[in-house]
């Protein structure tokens, strides 16, 4: 039993990373019908923009907490900054085309992204400090659940939570909803539509960037090539969920992570990869639009 | 005269909500039928349970054959029922943007044609002949619906008029014995309207099709349809000749208010 | 600038790239040594080092006057571990007439490779590639390497597990590459061998993986008193420290893809105790440490993966044609097998089969953070 | 000054963009060594190449408003060279004729990535049945090369079965495959459809990776044998030209058998299902059976070029088969133009020859291969050549057609 919770708390780690990245990806698709292929590399710059930041802060002296802070709060700016211009530049010019144009543009993106950090940086893996903070409380449930596991699950959870309420109570939110519903239709009611494809992305591309962190810190190292495998995993999990749909993604990346968790454990890692797949088509043939899609019966 | 088509206590329900409640229709063959009531009332899902785009909760759609037994449509592939002979027209225009006119007629005459993937990449006569047949047969519905000038026009170009057309053209080319149209005079100026129904009237006579109509315009529905059947909420609420139609009170208090009931009036 | 001609540029371009090879001009007067692995993609950190090892030997080299008068030019070509882009590098050296070829890097690439290096009688040295049946099955006279082949490396692995350390459960975990799997299958086959010891767990990860918990909750769970590693440092470091870090007292062995600094650095204190396979006494080796010297100055930083393994398979060939006084293959076959040479990985010739005489292995544990050879 | 608002415009993007890449593009750190080094010279490179680009589409998007083209003009100058048999004509004869002597005057090397880029463009064309004509999202495309690929391979160590009959049974079986995987993922919509294909790639990948017993595992198999010339010993350059002639002999073959399809009752069905899946069934057309026809196809050419590359390389290993050779293939299809046998040619060609000629650039390749990308598709979203469709001409009571 207790092998049981290990697994599933692990799974729920990983499925907490998948889904914020996911969310970037349900966003997007929501609003431009676009997999943004270039979304794992945002993930893998802000890891690599708070590796620098840190670095530096420390050699500077400063510890712990305000580390964190400060190159979390630099990460997540820079991943957002990093989003919007990565829409301008390789999507916005292609709003008329065809939808296979964006997506050939987006794997153009995310070959660039991924040798432009490669060149500028290392091809190297680098150690990555543990940022989380530690603490007595922390120490004192080590036994049941590992720090880093409670920190990754806890942010996680608050910042969906966050989200979801954006989405629901905000305006911005509410526009949002309503370009993914119909965006001629947004637009009539005065909607900037490129406003809110400018803000999708950065808001998506925060998420992903936390996501980086968590996981950066979790694991310990980074390369120019994370974002690659987390962006395959976390767009099929968008896509289990149902994609377009916000609880969706969410639920997706846990059923995702702890997919490929428990099949690690009772069965083999040698198939991690095929467990989460396998999933995803099973759930697809019984469910086409994915666990919670909206059912997209054609209107005649 | 024989009976084409039979609908029988249809009921089609989305979730918990009755699009359809017990709707009997028939059509007899050669005949002008009429299909009208408000917005909503079910008409176009009508449409879709009788070409397999939806399967019917509950009733019997029966289409009757030449020297056969009827055939029960309910639930049957939407190409089997166009093979079967039953041929429609879409409301909101559904037309293959990116290919030409002639391209998109030529689509139509696929349920009457056989050739395979070794007959086109061989080439063999038969296919020879038989593509030779397609073009030729869907360049002779072009020049009946007058669309002939269009010919090599990519359908996305064409005028909004002869884009319904087009579908009407399109339908016909699969050959059918019940023609369903949804709309066909939406969007249409006066002009295009009566050539609509001199079209819908040649039609009739030269193939002896039977034809069900959905439309709006009443005065187009009262001078072609032999038959009429009102729809309100997914229920029947009335049936008849022009005539009956036009005083039947029930017909009235649906439309009250509606645009349409000045043109019954 | 509409688009038409727009297109007639980006044609005029595509010519223009076609013709390139065509002017290809011969010069005659250089050493051309091919440095053939992946310089991009996922696995360019193990094929980058070797290029840089490359190009501070030959820049050394020049800076002296060349070999036999001639200066050494390196032809770097990348092929991302690819098999097909493998043999394209391969027919693009043999046409450009290079001398001799440090790599391929990863064992797949390698077996594509070979058979054109061996048409055009090209000498091949490998830092990296393990795969066994490259030199044991006798069909590349022309290939040499510089690293142990994954089976010897398994059999000196296994022994100290068993014999040394006397371990009863061992789980064998790989990372599914050509390398690591090719080590970890050896290993588990030599584990089992023992009749005290019994291999619990065999099971391969994925390198690209997020984290790897479950595997770690599952070699707990199965009560592993030791996991044997195939594969090399990053996924180790993330293994040993998500153990250490669930207070796991596993005892952790692996190859020569984790015998490496970088191991240290990036695992930290989690290191501490990790046992590891590597070359004989490089880390007191003079030459080890002045290469690694020279590529802190060069370049800032530690050297990866298999750097050494490069330098001396540079070294090695550039001696042999010294020794040789020609370029002509054969010649510097012979003298690849007669000469020793004096490389960071010890005095080093090759044998007939082409695997290095000399680089001897044994066992190091990390401690206080440096790798210290068990004696 | 003309250009003043662009040129103010340039500069500020030029410096979001040194901002942007200020962290990656400026420090470097080493937390092993715990070293920072600070590139400043960076941001003067980052800042001209951003300003002199996006000065550049300023231009670009400002000629292009005010002076739009007339319709016809936009027809690229190549497209009105294939509509036009007297200029064709003889650039056909031109490129037949270089494609005969190539052989003969290139390298091997040369010879070797020719054949390369003709693998691709059998696979393109492939895809083409698949994506450009049947309007079907396949990201799995690899799983069906790779099929190929492991039967010729395997087939050939267990059983000894030579080149000749694996190349029809590859495709065979590739098409089986297709048609497998065709099955339960037809009732998907698009980007369904394309992730589940994403998977089973994957899942075959990774089978092949793990399943030792049955495919060698990462290892892969090695010394298989290229075709055979009625039993005549070749020379490695021989078999390279060889190679070469035999895959000139099936990219025709390809593209007739694709040219036939694309102008058949059938290849009418694909490009209507594309167009609108509903009322292309309305039409009587069975959208299962087209589907499962497309996959089926698209996979079989997918099959043989497996085969064949398989022949070619000698080795193949699972790190063949992965999702950015899917996404290399996808690629040249849109590239070259959806559904156009001409474009997928030439997309197939630039995507394959040039990165192979960038070498000259060393590590900076693939960095300018993505952009590449990136500024073709900007350029021209419908890709190198939009598909025209064939023109009928009728009198108005004989009818001849004329293509």
Redesign the interface.
């Known amino acids: 039993m207790n092998?049981f919770w290990?697994?599933f708390l692990?799974?729920l780690?990983?499925g907490s990373?998948?889904a914020l990245i996911a969310l970037g990806y349900t966003m997007v698709?929501g609003i431009l019908?676009l997999?943004n292929?270039a979304h794992g590399e945002i993930y893998m710059?802000a890891a690599?923009?708070a590796?620098?930041?840190a670095?530096?802060l420390t050699?500077q002296g400063l510890t712990g907490f305000s580390v964190l802070i400060l190159a979390g709060v630099?990460a997540i700016l820079?991943a957002a900054?990093?989003g919007f211009?990565v829409e301008k530049?390789?999507y916005k010019?292609?709003r008329?085309?065809?939808?296979?144009?964006?997506?050939?543009?987006a794997?153009?993106?995310?070959?660039?992204?991924?040798?432009?950090?490669?060149?500028?940086?290392?091809?190297?893996?680098?150690?990555?400090?543990n940022l989380l903070p530690q603490s007595e409380f922390l120490d004192s449930i080590s036994a049941w659940i590992?720090p880093?596991?409670f920190i990754i699950i806890v942010t996680s959870s608050v910042v969906m939570i966050a989200l979801s309420l954006l989405l629901k109570f905000t305006k911005m939110g509410r526009a949002m909803r309503a370009t993914a519903q119909d965006r001629e239709m947004a637009m009539l009611t005065g909607v900037s539509v490129n406003r809110i494809i400018s803000r999708t992305f950065i808001i998506g591309s925060a998420l992903a960037a936390i996501g980086g962190l968590l996981?950066a810190s979790?694991?310990?190292?980074i390369?120019f090539?994370?974002g690659?495998?987390?962006g395959?995993?976390a767009?099929?999990a968008a896509?289990l969920g149902g994609?377009g749909s916000i609880p969706g993604a969410m639920l997706g990346g846990l059923v995702l992570g702890l997919a490929?968790?428990f099949g690690?454990?009772y069965i083999?890692?040698?198939?991690?990869?095929?467990f989460a797949?396998?999933i995803?088509?099973l759930i697809?043939?019984l469910k086409?639009?994915?666990i919670l899609g909206r059912s997209?019966q054609?209107k005649? | 005269m024989d009976l084409i088509l039979d609908i029988k206590n249809l009921t089609m329900n989305f979730g918990g909500l009755k699009a359809l409640d017990g709707v009997n229709l028939h059509i007899r063959q050669g005949e002008i039928a009429a299909l009208i009531g408000p917005n909503g009332a079910g008409k176009t899902t009508l449409f879709n349970c009788l070409t397999g785009i939806y399967a019917p909760s509950s009733g019997d759609i029966l289409l009757y054959q030449p020297g056969a037994k009827p055939k029960r449509l309910n639930g049957l592939k939407i190409n089997t029922i166009t093979s079967l002979g039953v041929a429609r027209t879409f409301q909101n225009i559904r037309l293959f943007g990116g290919m030409t006119v002639l391209e998109n007629v030529m689509i139509g005459r696929h349920a009457r044609s056989k050739s395979g993937i070794l007959g086109a990449i061989f080439r063999p006569p038969a296919t020879r002949v038989e593509e030779k047949a397609i073009v030729d047969k869907s360049y002779a519905i072009l020049e009946y619906i007058d669309l002939a000038p269009y010919v090599n026009e990519l359908a996305k170009n064409l005028p909004y008029g002869a884009q319904r057309r087009l579908e009407i053209a399109r339908a016909l080319a699969t050959e059918p014995r019940l023609l369903l149209l949804d709309e066909p005079a939406a969007g249409m100026n006066p002009q295009e309207t009566r050539e609509l129904e001199g079209l819908l009237v040649r039609l009739q006579a030269d193939h002896e099709l039977s034809i069900l109509l959905i439309e709006h315009d009443m005065k187009l529905v009262m001078n072609l349809a032999r038959n009429i059947f009102v729809l309100d909420y997914g229920e029947e609420i009335a049936r008849g000749t022009p005539l009956e139609i036009r005083h039947n009170p029930a017909v009235i208090k649906a439309y009250l208010g509606e645009e349409a009931d000045a043109e019954i009036g | 600038m509409n688009h038409a001609n727009l297109f007639r540029w980006i044609l005029c371009a595509i010519f223009f790239f076609a013709f390139i090879p065509f002017s290809f001009a011969q010069k005659a007067d250089t050493i051309k040594i091919g440095i053939a692995g992946a310089h991009t993609g996922d696995l360019a950190s193990y094929g980058l080092p070797t290029v840089r090892a490359a190009e501070l030997i030959a820049g050394k080299v020049n800076a002296q006057g060349g070999i036999l008068g001639r200066k050494v030019e390196l032809l770097v070509e990348d092929e991302a571990c690819k098999p097909e882009l493998a043999t394209n590098v391969a027919t693009k050296l043999v046409s450009a007439r290079a001398h001799a070829v440090i790599g391929h890097i990863c064992s797949g690439a390698t077996k594509a490779a070979l058979g054109t290096y061996k048409d055009a009688g090209m000498i091949v040295i490998s830092p990296s590639a393990t795969s066994p049946e490259l030199t044991y099955s006798g069909q590349y006279p022309n290939f040499h390497r510089t690293i142990a082949p994954d089976d010897a490396q398994a059999r000196l692995v296994a022994d100290f597990a068993v014999k040394n350390l006397e371990l009863k459960k061992i789980a064998v975990i790989h990372d599914k590459g050509d390398y690591g799997k090719g080590f970890a299958e050896f290993a588990k086959k030599y584990l089992e061998e023992s009749a005290n010891t019994q291999v619990v767990l065999y099971e391969g990860i994925t390198p690209g993986a997020m984290d790897y918990s479950a595997i770690v909750q599952k070699i707990r769970h199965v009560r592993a008193d030791a996991v044997v590693y195939g594969g090399y440092h990053p996924e180790a470091a993330s293994i040993v420290q998500l153990m250490r870090r669930r207070n796991m007292k596993t005892i952790f062995i692996s190859d020569d893809g984790v015998k490496d600094q970088t191991f240290i650095k990036v695992a930290g204190p989690a290191a501490e105790g990790v046992y590891a396979s590597g070359p004989m006494d490089t880390t007191n080796n003079p030459q080890a440490i002045a290469a690694i010297n020279e590529h802190k100055k060069a370049y800032g930083t530690e050297p990866g993966a298999f750097y050494l393994n490069a330098y001396s398979a540079m070294l090695s060939v550039l001696n042999a044609i010294r020794q040789a006084k020609t370029t002509d293959s054969e010649a510097v076959l012979k003298a690849l097998r007669a000469h020793v040479t004096d490389t960071p990985l010890g005095k080093i010739k090759y044998n007939n089969q082409g695997d290095a005489i000399g680089v001897g292995f044994s066992i190091y544990q990390v401690k206080n953070g440096v790798y210290v050879e068990m004696k | 000054m003309k250009y003043a608002p662009e040129l103010k415009r340039s500069a500020t993007i030029a410096l979001w963009l040194i901002l942007l890449t200020f962290p990656i593009m400026v420090i470097q750190v080493n937390t092993i060594e715990n070293i920072v080094v600070w590139r400043w010279m960076n941001i003067a490179g980052v800042g001209t190449v951003a300003f002199v680009l996006s000065f550049l589409w300023q231009i670009y998007q400002h000629r292009k408003t005010e002076s739009p083209l007339p319709v016809s003009a936009h027809l690229p100058a190549f497209q009105r060279l294939l509509a036009d048999p007297k200029l064709y004509r003889p650039m056909l004869i031109f490129i037949a004729a270089f494609a005969l002597v190539f052989p003969f005057t290139a390298s091997h090397y040369q010879i070797n990535i020719m054949s390369t880029a003709l693998i691709y463009i059998m696979l393109g064309l492939g895809l083409n049945i698949e994506v450009g004509l049947a309007g079907l999202l396949d990201l799995g495309y690899v799983a069906f090369y790779a099929v190929g690929a492991y039967s010729y391979a395997l087939l050939n160590y267990h059983f000894g079965l030579g080149f000749w009959t694996l190349l029809p049974a590859g495709a065979l079986l590739a098409a089986f495959f297709g048609i497998l995987v065709g099955f339960p993922v037809l009732r998907l919509r698009g980007d369904y459809l394309a992730i589940v294909t994403l998977a089973f790639a994957e899942i075959l990948r990774l089978v092949l990776e793990n399943w030792n017993a049955l495919s060698f595992g990462p290892s892969g198999i090695s010394n298989i044998p290229r075709p055979g010339l009625f039993g005549i010993e070749l020379t490695l350059e021989q078999s390279a030209v060889y190679m070469y002639f035999l895959l000139i002999a099936l990219c025709l073959l390809t593209i007739f058998v694709i040219y036939r399809l694309q102008h058949s009752r059938i290849g009418r069905a694909w490009v209507a299902l594309r167009e609108d899946e509903l009322a292309c069934q309305a039409m009587g057309i069975d959208k299962t059976r087209a589907k499962l026809t497309a996959f089926a196809l698209g996979a079989t050419w997918a099959g043989m070029a497996g085969v064949l590359f398989a022949a070619k390389t000698t080795f193949i290993n699972p790190a063949s088969f992965t999702f950015m050779e899917s996404a290399m293939i996808l690629a040249i299809v849109v590239l070259g133009g959806m559904g156009s046998i001409v474009g997928v040619i030439i997309a197939a060609l630039a995507i394959i020859l040039l990165p192979e000629y960038l070498r000259v650039l060393g590590d900076y390749r693939m960095l300018l291969f993505g952009a590449a990308l990136i500024g073709m598709m900007v350029f021209r979203p419908r890709g190198l050549i939009t598909p025209s469709s064939r023109t009928y001409v009728f009198q108005p009571s004989e009818h001849q057609e004329r293509t």
């Open positions: 092998y290990d697994l692990g799974g780690t990983r990373i998948y698709y019908q997999i292929f710059i690599f923009t590796l620098i930041v670095s530096i050699m630099i820079y900054a990093y211009t530049i390789a010019p292609l008329q085309a065809s939808r296979l144009s964006p997506l050939i543009s794997i153009g993106m995310s070959i660039f992204l991924q040798n432009y950090v490669m060149l500028a940086q290392t091809s190297d893996f680098l150690p990555f400090p590992g880093s596991d996981i979790h694991v310990g190292r390369n090539y994370i690659f495998n987390a395959i995993k767009f099929t896509v994609i490929e968790s690690t454990g083999s890692s040698d198939y991690e990869s095929v797949f396998t995803l088509i697809l043939i086409p639009d994915g997209s054609q005649v």
